[in-house]
């Protein structure tokens, strides 16, 4: 027996909840927005420039308090300590100094000399202010040409219509999973940026599934009033997209339980631009093209009501 998590013929009105799913995340994004101009993200050392070593004691669990001790004796300025992992693993941040990379460079050897033989040094990054500056812009004009790229991608595969309503979902999935980096506090790394671009790419894709469908049924129910044929679309892909969603997400959740601390908060992005680009290729994607008024006649092709009904006549008039 096949696998089914959605049965089939389901015929849910699912363009009578747009008057809830819009208020909903109107209200989402204008919450991101505000948090990220009052609270901020948590940038990583890729953003911010500075030394990250992680470590792994002697002693378990390791001595977090004894630890933040030692570095407040060196005078290195804002440092981070936090438990990494397994308890005995700790991951330390230290701002970026005055004197550019030599002065890097003594920060690390001063560290080293200050723990010896105590502990293992597993890794030890250093980013520079000119090097933080320049992934952050490259980072940012990523996402900016990747969207600008499915615009024109959409605008000729399908309709205008069809591709402001891709661009408003995926801009909203960004949006909202920004705000849940703010939210959480999670740290805003080169990782993250790539959890934001696999996301567009996740959503985008389950969206234009959805949108095929939905220019299928324009061309093959000419007569059907919009909000309807939108249902109808959309319950026929319903089964696929959950299916979908729900083994991504069998697999993001085995890798945030077993694969540590590193790659954590890039995991629980993802899982939650899955769940919110499943959303959005719902309940914004397809009532978006309701107002930016989009009929039938926009999708040229034959028309099946009338064909059909062309040919009933033929049957009546032959009997």
Do not use: C
Not at 93 to 119: I, N, Y
């Amino acid at each position: 027996m096949l696998l089914r998590l959605i049965p089939d013929n389901t015929q849910i009105r699912f363009m009578r909840l747009r008057t809830i799913s819009y208020p909903l995340t109107i209200v989402l994004i204008l919450a991101s927005i505000g948090l990220f101009f009052s609270v901020g993200l948590n940038f990583g050392i890729d953003f911010k420039g500075g030394t990250v070593f992680e470590m792994k004691t002697m002693e378990s669990p390791a001595d977090i308090s004894g630890i933040r001790t030692q570095l407040g004796t060196l005078d290195l300025g804002d440092v981070q300590v936090q438990q990494f992992g397994a308890p005995d693993e700790v991951l330390v941040r230290v701002q970026q100094p005055e004197g550019g990379e030599l002065a890097q460079q003594s920060v690390v050897s001063l560290v080293r000399e200050t723990f010896g033989e105590s502990v293992e040094f597993r890794r030890v990054e250093v980013v520079g202010p000119r090097v933080s500056g320049e992934l952050a812009q490259a980072g940012t004009i990523a996402v900016v040409a990747s969207l600008l790229v499915i615009l024109f991608y959409i605008w000729f595969r399908f309709e205008w219509h069809f591709a402001i309503g891709a661009i408003v979902t995926t801009v909203n999935d960004i949006i909202i999973t920004v705000g849940l980096f703010v939210v959480l506090q999670l740290e805003f790394s080169l990782s993250s940026i790539a959890a934001v671009l696999t996301i567009i790419g996740y959503s985008l894709n389950d969206t234009v599934v959805v949108y095929d469908r939905i220019r299928e049924n324009l061309r093959r129910y000419k007569k059907m009033p919009l909000p309807e044929l939108l249902d109808r679309s959309i319950n026929e892909m319903l089964s696929r997209t959950v299916m979908t969603s729900v083994t991504t997400l069998l697999a993001l959740l085995a890798l945030y339980t077993f694969g540590g601390e590193v790659i954590r908060s890039f995991t629980l992005a993802m899982i939650f631009g899955v769940v919110i680009g499943t959303y959005s290729s719902i309940f914004l994607a397809a009532p978006m093209l309701i107002i930016l008024k989009l009929r039938p006649s926009a999708v040229t092709g034959p028309d099946s009501d009338a064909s059909d009904a062309s040919g009933e006549d033929n049957k009546a008039a032959s009997t």
